[in-house]
Every structure is written in C-alpha cells, then in structure tokens.
C-alpha cells in the first residue's frame, strides 16, 4: 500500500484537555430541570479535545462528518450585520471567522494527519468517516485514510458535491465542486438506502412507461425512487438565505441530513469536530441523533449554540479549561428588570444573543429562556416570559462578542 510521507511526519500524543461543562442549554424551556443532554457543544482546539474524549468515547462514535481547512491559504471572515445586500459586500459588517493559511504544505499535512488518526480511534467498529476537501488537498488525504485505515478498512465513496456560483477564474474551467471521501472501519458499516431515497427522472419514468426494453429488460420500481449517485447538487449556502448565519463556508443542511439518514441510525452518535457554523449538530439534533461539536473559534460554537436552541435537543455548552473565561459580570449600559414571571432588558449595546436562568445556583448555568437576533433584518426580543426563583441570572453576548453575566 502506497504511504505518503513528508517532512516531519509523525504521530502527535496530544495532552488532553481539562473540559469545563459551562451550561445546560432547554430551548425554549423543554426538558428542564431533569432531562439530560443528549449532545455536548465544546469550545476548545479539537486535537486536544479528542484526546480527552478517547477515554469515553473510543470505537463509540457512530458516524463523523470533518470539515477542516482546505490548505486555501486564505483567511476567512464572518458576516455579522442584518439586512445588508449580498451584492454589496463593500459595506458588509465583519468579524473575524477563520484562517486557513498555512507557512507550507507539510505543516498543513501533519496538521490534517494528526486529527485524522485520532477521529478514526473514536470511529465505531460500524462507523462511517465523511471528510469533505476541495481540490487543494484532497488527493493527499486519500492516502493518509488509506494507511489510517488500513488493509481491514473500507474505502466506501469518493463523492462529489457540486454547485453553482461566480468565479474569477479565466485561465481553466470553473472550480465548483468539493470532494467527500468516505471510509469505515470494516464491511459492516451502517447505510441505509431507503433512508436518502429520491424520485427518478421525469424522463427516466417517461422512457420505462414508453419502452418494455428500457433498461435492459431490469424494471426498477418508479414509486419507491432510486439511491442517489456519488453525485450531489445542493445548492450553496449563501444562496439558501433561511439558513444562512453569516459563518464563512458553512454547508447546507441538506447535504448533511443525506450524510446523517445514510450513515447513522435514530439514537446514534454524532461527531464534527470542525465545527463551524454548526450544520451537523443542528441535522443531528433535528434527525433525533446524538452529537457531539467542537471548534476553538468562540464565534463558531457560539453561532452553533445560536442554532441549537431553534431545535428541541437538549444541550452542554463546553469549554477547555485553558481558554480563560472573559465573561463580564457587570455592565453600566444595560438594566435588567425581573418580575415573577418575566424578565426583560434595556440596553444601548448591540445584543447578539441572551438567556436566562430563573433559579440560578452559583455554578452550572441552565439556560431555560432563550433570545437572538434574527438571521436577516429585525430586532432582538428584549423580554423572555418565565417564571423566576430566588436568584435570577442573565448571560448575553453582542455582535461584537463582547460576554457579559448579570444577576439579582
């Protein structure tokens, strides 16, 4: 079996992060005081964060899906103004997203090779890995799943996701796919056909009720649909404007969804540890899978927080105990008025997000009552009805990231 080798390779033996549970997220409420978390949100550099997970966690993970840094050597920023027109990105409002620049390709590599050995550690024994690259880096990562994988393992798919948008280039065709290359640790490996089904062709239809020798005497069964080619157009998230959070590179939920029915089975779990804007844990959650996500960008776990109380999954929000808490306890700029069944803000600042723990013990934060800004144009809601304790607290975050606690 071919090995590919550059300068420096090696397997990292990564120190463990110390994980801090910051909060238990109810969206809306549902499930509190007693329902545990079916999924976990974790802020932390994800080599570090899968180490700590390995002692729980290895050959128990049932499907991975990885989207990390494509070797594009750019950097990436996130959209965080409401109401702007896409057609004039002069005058959006930025933050910073990520970077995906790298000082040369080796450095990239071990970086890649690294997290990949430790994602196929916590793979199930019927466990699916879904890596998706783009052009830049993806025939690199075709060997190193190889040797990971080794002789026992299966490579399933090299699929391709193609779509549509402008392009500067003008000296070759048109770069407008990513590849996704899927493998498993064995031959029994979940997928479920019936699950990812879709209609045939009008055409084809039309031709089999035309023609008795259509298909070469094979009759395929028209009402129940076909599997899907390695093949997939879903178009890309900047023009599917319900989804869109303003996070760079961010995926659509049906591509994910396909991945989750085909390679994952109701109660299963659920890994992206490059999180991003969060697609595969709110598909996972909506799919009634467990999941588990994790990004060192406090933006990305924050926009996949900002996502996850829009569905019913109960949640932690996690964070390694070495990225320091800079969460402000006090804030001249906001009044917070609490009555027995309400609570509501005023403010001058710019509130991306806040929540409320109306029995508040001093420790885990347990967000019952949630608030955020709307995706496109609109304003945030400043009163959150729910009925209060003894001892109120309030957490918020602006648009500018600023984190700040109040309490009464």
């Known amino acids: 079996m071919p090995i590919l080798n550059w300068k420096g390779k090696h397997l990292a033996d990564p120190e463990p992060a110390a994980l801090i549970q910051d909060a238990i997220l109810y969206p809306k409420g549902r499930g509190y005081p007693n329902t545990l978390p079916n999924g976990r ?54 933050a910073e997203g990520y970077h995906d620049d790298w000082s040369d390709l080796d450095s990239y590599l071990q970086f890649l090779y690294d997290r990949l050995a430790l994602m ?46 402008p392009s500067p280039i003008r000296t070759a065709f048109n770069r407008k796919h990513d590849t996704i290359l899927v493998y498993a640790k064995g031959k029994n490996y979940t997928f479920n056909a019936d699950a990812i089904r879709e209609p045939y062709n009008p055409n084809t239809i039309a031709t089999f009720k035309s023609s008795n020798k259509a298909g070469f005497g094979k009759v395929p069964d028209l009402e129940r649909g076909k599997v899907p080619e390695d093949w997939w157009y879903f178009p890309v998230v900047a023009r599917l404007h319900n989804e869109r959070t303003g996070y760079p590179t961010q995926k659509p939920e049906a591509m994910l969804e396909r991945i989750i029915r085909a390679s994952s089975n109701k109660g299963d779990l659920v890994a992206d540890f490059f999180c991003g804007s969060g697609t595969t844990s709110v598909v996972a959650a909506k799919n009634d899978r467990k999941f588990i996500t994790s990004d060192e960008s406090v ?34 700029k906001i009044n917070l008025f609490v009555t027995a069944d309400s609570v509501r803000l005023k403010t001058t600042l710019d509130v991306d997000f806040w929540e409320v723990d109306p029995d508040w013990e001093g420790e885990l934060f347990k967000s019952v009552a949630q608030a955020q800004r709307p995706v496109r144009s609109g304003e945030i809601c400043l009163e959150l009805k729910i009925k209060t304790g003894r001892r109120v607290c309030v957490r918020l975050v602006t648009v500018q990231g600023e984190e700040i606690q109040l309490d009464v």
Request: glycine residues 6%.
């Open 299 to 332: 933006r990305a776990v924050y926009t996949a927080r900002n996502r996850l109380v829009e569905t019913e999954a109960v949640f932690s929000l996690e964070r390694d105990s070495l990225i320091k808490n800079n969460r402000s306890v006090s804030a001249k």
């Open 41 to 94: 949100v974790i802020l932390g550099e994800n080599l570090s964060v899968m180490a700590a997970l390995l002692p729980e966690y290895e050959g128990r993970i049932d499907l991975i899906y990885a989207d990390p840094p494509f070797f594009t050597n750019r950097k990436f920023s996130a959209r965080v103004g409401r109401g702007e027109d896409s057609r004039k990105p002069s005058k959006w409002k930025l």
């Open 120 to 165: 196929v550690r916590l793979l199930s024994p019927n466990g699916t890995l879904y890596l998706h690259l783009d052009w830049h880096a993806d025939a690199y990562a075709r060997l190193m799943l190889d040797e990971l994988f080794g002789r026992e393992g299966v490579f399933i798919n090299e699929i391709i996701w193609t779509y549509h948008g």
